[in-house]
């Protein structure tokens, strides 16, 4: 298993959105009527959560272009230069994470501004919750593999 998601680490925050979503929702059937979104705080909330995943997006994106500008290395001995094609392979295999990290953080801007706008309403927004808290726990796992990756590739490409 550890093998299949070294080989696709961006299926983890996808497994994890999915999971955490579903057990929101059948949490939200079984359990007492409460929400982190639910009276007065609800647009507090939800602005709140706007804010935070767009600056998060920005991050995102600005690290899969520095990812991007870090190419292959020339060398001379072919053992340096396998090292750098598989340097640059891990590299690749680190953006797709960043950017399956930044969908996450996309859901969660889109989600929370419609929430935003139909908040307004009285009834509790479950699928909106639940799809907020899911693309969030997805989202804080590939920004944490996603920063010890690229905190390893700039230090790799700093020597």
Known sequence: MLNAVDRR???VPLVVF???CSFA???S???PPLSFTSGALRQQVYSSLTGSSSSLLGFLIAAVTILAAFGKRPT???ADQRREEALAHARTRLVVVLLTTA???LVVLLTASTAL???NSPDRLVLADAVIL???AGGVLGLIYSCFGLGLAVAERSR
Do not use: H, Q
């Open 9 to 11: 680490p961006w299926i």
């Open 134 to 136: 899911g693309a969030s």
């Open 29 to 31: 059937r079984f359990a």
């Open 18 to 20: 999915v999971l955490v």
């Open 103 to 105: 969908l996450m953080m």
């Open 25 to 27: 929702l059948v949490w």
């Open 117 to 119: 706008v139909l908040s």
């Open 76 to 78: 001379a001995v072919l």
